[in-house]
């Protein structure tokens, strides 16, 4: 994993944790993704009182990184309240593999891994 400042990543994840919109679920998740060219994009989960329309923080996260010129996600960082490291849910793990492809770093509770190996068999842009 050189190369990447996971610190900061964290910390990103960590502010933008602080600015989610969870009164429902009481469950604020802030993620901070490096992109290909340095810019570090971040996002939170927004929730919905129709409950099904909540927003992850991964969209949030993609969202930002559309709106400020696109690339590639090469490594992602998704934090709890704690501001530990939480595993992206399964459709997110979706959005994490069409920006980034299967070889973009996560970090995780169980320490750090690969979408590739968060979504085997993915699919994706290539099957189209
Ligand atoms: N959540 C995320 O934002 N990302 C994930 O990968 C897992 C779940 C949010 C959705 C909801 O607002 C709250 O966490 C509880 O499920």
Known sequence: MTGIDWGTLRKVAVD?????????????VGVAGLVEDGRVVSGCNVENASY??????????????????GGRLVAVSCVDRAGEPLTPCGRCRQLLYEHGGPDCQ??????HTTVGELLPGAFGPEYL
């Open 16 to 28: 933008a944790m602080h600015r989610a919109y969870a009164p429902y679920s009481k469950f604020p």
């Open 106 to 111: 996560v970090e995780t509770a169980g320490g």
């Open 52 to 69: 099904g329309l909540t927003l992850c923080a991964e969209c949030g996260l993609v969202s930002d990184l559309i709106r400020t010129g």
